[in-house]
Nanobody
C-alpha cells in the first residue's frame, strides 16, 4: 500500500511563492515517476508537472513552465513543487500522484496512487 500526503498549500498574493511537499509511505517509492496535478472549482483535473524516478527528467504544462519546479528526494521519500510568480489562475486544489512506471507521464490514467490534495489560493 502506498500513501501520499501533500502539504504546503495556503493563501498567497499574486507574485508570491509557495512550496508544496508530498511525502510517501509504503514500498517502491524511489522506482516510480511522480506528478503534480491541480483541479480548480468547476474544472477538470489538469496536469501540472512530472518527474521521472531518479529526477533526471521533468516535464511541465505550458501554463506553469518557467515558474514552477518539480524535484524529488528519494532518501526522504518526498516530491516537491516550488511555485513562483503565482497568479490568481493558479488557484486550485493540488494533488500529487505516483505513476505506475519510471518515466515521465502526463495523463491521469498513468497514475495509480493519489494524495488527498492541498488548497492553493492566489489573491489578486
Amino acid at each position: 500500500q502506498v500513501q501520499l500526503v501533500e502539504s504546503g498549500g495556503g493563501l498567497v498574493q499574486a507574485g508570491g511563492s509557495l512550496r508544496l511537499s508530498c511525502a510517501a509511505s509504503g514500498r517502491t517509492f524511489s522506482s516510480s515517476a511522480r506528478g503534480w496535478f491541480r483541479q480548480a472549482a468547476g474544472k477538470e483535473r489538469e496536469f501540472v508537472a512530472a518527474i521521472n524516478w531518479n529526477g533526471a527528467s521533468t516535464y511541465y504544462a505550458d501554463s506553469v513552465k518557467g515558474r514552477f519546479t518539480i524535484s524529488r528526494n528519494n532518501a526522504k521519500n518526498t516530491v516537491y513543487l516550488q511555485m513562483n510568480s503565482l497568479k490568481p489562475e493558479d488557484t486550485a486544489v493540488y494533488y500529487c500522484a505516483r505513476a505506475g512506471g519510471i518515466g515521465v507521464v502526463i495523463t491521469t490514467d498513468e497514475y495509480d496512487y493519489w494524495g488527498q490534495g492541498t488548497q492553493v489560493t492566489v489573491s489578486s
